[in-house]
């Protein structure tokens, strides 16, 4: 279950849009609902253990998602591509991953990777600044 593709420009953010999808897949699949986009400039702008458009962690990401039971949509904070000042998304979306939802995230935070591969999801990240895309 999966939201349609998007573009993180020139911020280094791919670690908090895959956190974001890796939140919307958990909560789709715990409600068995149209997956919601949410927010990976929420998690830019809020995951104080990362490094804005500097690069970051989506292990990082995903607990500051479970600690704050959830996570804005993409409409309620929209992406900006740069680092600013976090703040709350004004929806209620971010209630709609807590949870079952939360409990999804919690138990695949806590597998290893050989789990993982076998029973959940997977986001990908891939370094796009230098040319290594053009070989692929």
């Known amino acids: 279950m999966l939201t349609d593709i998007k573009d993180q ?3 280094g953010s791919c670690w908090a849009f895959a956190s ?3 939140a919307e897949s958990a909560a789709a699949i ?3 609902a149209t997956p ?4 990976p400039q929420q998690l830019v702008d809020c ?3 990362s490094f804005g458009c500097d690069g970051g962690y989506a ?12 996570l804005a949509s993409s409409s309620a904070y929209p992406y900006e591509g740069a680092a600013g000042t976090c703040a709350d998304g004004d929806d209620d979306d971010a209630a709609a991953i807590a949870g079952g939802a939360i409990d999804a995230m919690d138990y695949y935070y806590d ?3 050989a789990q993982l591969a076998n029973e959940a999801s997977a ?8 040319n290594g895309m053009m070989w692929h």
Do not use: F
Not at 59 to 70: K, P, Q, Y
Not at 123 to 130: R, V
């Open 9 to 11: 420009g020139s911020c």
């Open 20 to 22: 974001a999808e890796t």
């Open 30 to 32: 715990a409600s068995d």
């Open 36 to 39: 919601v986009a949410l927010s």
């Open 47 to 49: 995951d104080g253990d």
């Open 59 to 70: 292990s990082t990401a995903l607990a500051w998602v479970m600690d704050n039971e959830g």
């Open 111 to 113: 597998m290893s990777a």
């Open 123 to 130: 986001s990908a990240t891939e370094e796009s600044s230098s």
